[in-house]
Every structure is written in structure tokens, then in C-alpha cells.
């Protein structure tokens, strides 16, 4: 492979990852980096850290330069020239930089273009006033603006970037308004689990406007106006745009490369349907491992193992496949982490999968040690196999470590009641006895091997209907603080000695059992299935049902001596 020429377009995560790989297994190859940026490899991720001042330096976003990669791997990159054309005939690449062009000969050709930010046709987005934070240049230019005079920030988008922006924001000491189309804050977020970030949003005093559009921006002679679906406008000093991005493929697309909804094909070793054409990154089709939908994950950990993997495939060595990415993420909203992997409810419903959802909400070390903070879990799980399809936490700590757990169980193929028998690490400062992860494995143990049926929060509407008794089992005083109406109140401590008075009460009807978390009710669940009722427990309590019905959840509740 003496005289073999790799060309790089595109730097960065899956860029510079084959580029340094391909280094280290040849030290013979010619390999050009292609990137049209004045930087090669930055840490994007933590553009939002830079723009709230917790980054203090510009350089600490730079994690290499043309300079260290030529002395570390004899990389000859080019920052400033931007791949305009590909001859796939010729093996060329057509580059331009500084007003001149000149052609490129490749033996092997990696296309890593990455992303970028997606334009909705809302009128005034040609604003000065908005920006985006995609690049360093971007986070500098916003830290300028806060820096100088804005007090007042809208951010289209609440997606993972689009909170780190707000938070940033927030953080220096700005008034920030969210929007967001989407009926909720994290999209991919399960709406319980959605509903706890709303609520730390609104703690931080971050204002939240979701379910609407942005439908027009209109500058001002010292502000610019934005105009919402529903009446509200918002006056902002900066607006930053963040409702997703979109494959930068014009170049591959230009070339012949297939693509599927604009973004690149490529086979389990990252080959595109050119020869010796490779692609990997936010502009490649992924398959989910989960419901085989095929769409871009816009990622830095998938876009490096493909980097590297597709350098071992153009080495000849005998390479794996690149894995499937769970879209395993991590976002930090205030003092809470929102973390999740694999699929939600609305993407299995989407693909035809059955599946069973369990809810539990641990503190996230022994309660008896001082500072235990609760969190939130959600696990969804085929009903009939046991395996783990998706998991989503929420939490102030201790959540990263739980959802990458469970990650990781799904990558190696465990089953969700595997989880139970997990050897995780245990001291009262960093967990229980009966670490959250085994109580998901427990309870879905439990729900797949009948000990019991449980009922979930968007059934309600069966809960509450004539044909069903709600029968709450907490304590008096936490029945008088808000339930459901129509329901009967015995403490599952009380239980056993009341059968006959639930059996009138219920009249041959099914029981929908509840308690707070749902430790309880599980325990009812037992006694009632054992004398003979038909029942099911409400998946992870009222904390759970509270949490799905969100700011609609006073008006579902009764209390005593109030009204509904």
C-alpha cells in the first residue's frame, strides 16, 4: 500500500478519527484532510460550556491543529479548502482554497460532511439578530453578543442544543424564552419524563412556549419580534436558531452517491455505492437496532467508531461491522440530568413492536446516607422475550450511570430481567443494595412472569371509566392530597380485612390499582390476586400518572374537602 492516497473530506469526529487510525495501522499511506472550516478537530460538544463562560478560553475548544497532527501523525490537513466536485472516473476531487482551484488524486475516499443547521420556512430567519451554534465561530460570535449588550434570548428548538443554549444563556444572566413545535421540551423524551425538565426549566426561570410555532420574525429598530402560532410574541436581543439539522451531502449527492432522505447509504463497513468511496458521520443513514428505522444519528460517539472502522476496512484488516447506534444520550438542564437510549413509546408504536413499559423512581444511593436525590426510570421491554428496546432516566444524579448500564445490557443482548441479576458496585455513597437497574429487572420480572398486570398512565381514560373501580391504596392523609375521582381508599396495609368491603364496592368490576410510586399497589396486587380479583397496578404510581398528565394534572385529581 506504499503509493495508496486516502482523501478526508470533512474533519472532526468521524474525520480525524480514520484519518489517526489509518496512521497507526500504515505508516505508509498518503492521507489529506479536506476541511473548508478553519478548524479541523474542536470539541463541539462543548460549544454551549463556551457560550455560559463554564469553558473560560477559546482554545480549550481546540482539541488538535493542522501543526499537532502533522508532528503527532504526519497528516498533511488543510483547513480553508473546500471539496467542490467529485470525478469518481478520474479518482478526483476537485478542491477550492483561496480563490484557486486544483484537483486531488485518491486511491480510497472518506466523505465525512457532517451536518448542519436546518432553516424552516419562517419569514425574517435572515436576521442579524439570529445565530446558530454549530461551530466555534458560531458559540465566539454568541459570547460576543452577550458579552456586549443582549439581556433578552428566544431559542427556537428544544432539542439537546437548543436547552444547552437556553441554560448557557440562562446562566449568564439573560432572559430566555424557549419554542419549541413539539408538544414538549426533548422530543425523544417520553412526556412524563419531559414534564420533570419543564419543570426545572421553569425553576431556572427559563419560559417555555411548546406546542407552537415561531411564524415570523420582524427586526426592530433596537430588538426583533417573534411572532407565534398562537398570538404570544417575544421580544429577543438574539434569537438562536436550533430546530434541528440536516446531512450536508450536496457534494456526495452531486457525485452520484446514494443517499435516502438526503442522507448517505452505506454498507456495515461504511462503503458508499462508489468504489473505494467511503462516508461516515451525521450525514450517513443508520439503521436502529430497535425498529429498523434508517435515519441519520447526528452523534460524535457513532460517527468515531465508524471513523476508525472504516479505516480498518480500507487497511485490509479484518474488520467488524459498524455497530448500530442506540442513540444513547446525556443532556444537563439546570440541576437534573435527562439521559436515554435505545427507542420511546411513540417510535415502537410507530414500527408495530409490542412492548410493556415499567416505571420506577429510586433514590439514587441508600436513603439512610445523607443527600439521596430521586430519580426517575422508564424502561420499555418486549413483553413476550424480555428484550430491553429503550430507557430513559431523569434525574439530579447518578442517572448517566444507570441509563449506560442498561445500555450497555442492550448492546450485549441481556434481557430486561437479566437486570436483576447484575453485579453492580454498592457502598451507601454511591447506591443500594437493590441498585435502580436491579429494580427495573424486579419489576419487569415480575410483569412478564404474571406475578403482576399493570395499567399505564395514557390508559386513564379506562381507569377512570364506570366499568373499572380505582381503588388507591395509600394512607388516608395522602388520599386527601389529591386522587383520582371515584376511587376507594384502603391503606394496603388495611387491605386484607377489607376484602369483603372492596368486593361490594367493586361489583364484579376490574380493579385499577394505585399508590404513589408503586411499591404498594404491587403488594395489593398480590393480596387481590390471590382472593380471587381481577386487577392491574398503575405502572410507577401516582408520581408517574402526575408526571404524564403534567400541568393538566390538578384538574384530573380530587381532594378532600375541594373539588376537581
Known amino acids: 500500500m506504499s503509493s495508496q492516497h486516502v482523501v478526508i473530506v470533512g474533519g472532526v469526529a468521524g474525520g480525524m478519527s480514520a484519518a489517526a487510525r489509518l496512521r497507526r495501522l500504515d505508516e505508509t499511506l498518503s492521507i489529506t484532510v479536506l476541511e473548508r472550516g478553519p478548524y479541523v478537530s474542536f470539541a463541539n460538544c462543548g460549544l454551549p460550556y463556551y457560550l455560559s463562560g463554564e469553558i473560560a478560553e477559546k482554545k480549550d475548544l481546540l482539541l488538535q491543529t493542522p501543526e499537532s497532527l502533522r508532528a503527532v501523525f504526519n497528516l498533511d490537513v488543510r483547513t480553508g479548502h473546500e471539496a467542490i466536485r467529485i470525478d469518481e472516473v478520474a479518482k478526483q476531487v476537485r478542491v477550492r482554497a483561496d480563490g484557486t482551484e486544483y484537483d486531488l488524486a485518491y486511491d480510497h475516499l472518506i466523505l465525512s460532511p457532517g451536518a448542519k443547521a436546518a432553516y424552516p420556512p419562517i419569514a425574517g430567519l435572515d436576521s442579524p439578530r439570529v445565530r446558530t451554534l454549530r461551530t466555534v465561530a458560531d458559540a465566539v460570535g454568541l459570547r460576543d453578543l452577550v458579552e456586549a449588550e443582549a439581556s433578552r434570548a428566544v431559542v427556537l428548538g428544544a432539542g439537546f442544543i437548543g436547552l444547552e443554549a437556553a441554560e448557557a444563556l440562562r446562566h449568564c444572566g439573560l432572559e430566555v424564552a424557549v419554542v419549541e413545535l413539539a408538544p414538549h421540551v426533548l422530543p425523544p423524551l417520553e412526556r412524563e419524563m419531559a414534564h420533570l425538565v419543564h419543570l426545572e426549566l421553569a425553576r431556572l426561570g427559563i419560559k417555555v412556549h411548546a406546542g407552537v410555532a415561531a411564524e415570523s420574525l420582524v427586526d426592530q429598530a433596537d430588538v426583533t419580534m417573534v411572532h407565534l402560532s398562537d398570538g404570544t410574541s417575544l421580544a429577543a436581543d438574539l434569537v438562536v436558531l436550533s430546530v434541528g439539522v440536516v446531512p450536508d451531502t450536496a457534494l456526495a449527492e452531486a457525485a452520484g452517491v446514494a443517499t435516502h432522505h438526503r442522507a448517505i447509504v452505506v454498507d456495515e463497513h461504511g462503503r458508499t455505492n462508489l468504489p473505494n468511496v467511503y462516508a461516515a458521520g451525521d450525514a450517513t443513514v443508520s439503521t436502529d437496532p430497535v425498529t429498523g428505522a434508517r435515519r441519520p444519528v447526528a452523534m460524535a460517539a457513532p460517527a468515531n467508531r465508524a471513523g476508525r472502522l472504516i479505516a480498518d476496512a480500507i487497511a485490509g484488516r479484518s474488520a467488524r461491522p459498524i455497530p448500530k447506534p442506540q442513540g444513547t444520550a446525556i443532556v444537563r438542564v439546570g440541576e437534573l440530568a435527562a439521559a436515554m437510549t435505545g427507542a420511546n413509546r411513540a417510535a415502537l408504536v410507530q414500527a408495530g413492536r409490542a412492548f410493556t413499559t415499567v416505571h420506577v423512581h429510586p433514590l439514587h444511593h441508600a436513603g439512610y446516607f445523607p443527600g439521596a436525590q430521586p430519580m426517575h426510570l422508564v424502561v420499555h421491554f418486549d413483553p413476550a422475550t424480555g428484550e ?18 442498561i445500555a450497555t445490557a442492550m448492546r450485549g443482548g441481556l434481557r430486561v430481567n437479566d437486570l436483576m441479576d447484575l453485579d453492580l458496585s454498592y457502598s451507601p455513597p454511591y447506591g443500594s443494595a437493590r ?23 395514557e390508559e386513564l381514560d379506562w381507569a377512570l371509566s364506570e366499568a373499572v373501580l380505582v381503588l388507591d391504596v395509600r394512607s388516608p392523609a395522602e388520599f386527601a392530597s389529591g386522587h383520582l375521582p371515584g376511587a376507594l381508599n384502603v391503606p394496603h396495609t388495611d387491605l386484607r380485612g377489607r376484602l369483603d368491603q372492596v368486593r361490594q364496592a367493586a361489583a364484579g368490576r376490574p380493579l385499577a390499582v394505585m399508590c404513589a410510586a408503586g411499591l404498594r399497589s404491587y403488594i395489593a396486587y398480590r393480596i387481590l390476586a390471590q382472593s380471587g380479583f381481577e386487577a392491574k397496578s398503575l405502572s410507577g404510581g401516582l408520581a408517574t400518572l402526575r408526571a404524564y398528565l403534567g400541568k393538566d394534572a390538578e384538574n384530573n385529581l380530587v381532594t378532600v374537602g375541594g373539588t376537581q
Open 435 to 457: 441498585d435502580p437497574v436491579t429494580m427495573v429487572g424486579l419489576v419487569a420480572d415480575n410483569a412478564m412472569t404474571g406475578q403482576v398486570v399493570l395499567w399505564q398512565p
Open 388 to 405: 430491553l428496546l429503550g430507557a430513559q432516566g431523569v434525574g439530579a444524579q447518578g442517572v448517566d450511570k444507570r441509563i449506560d448500564v
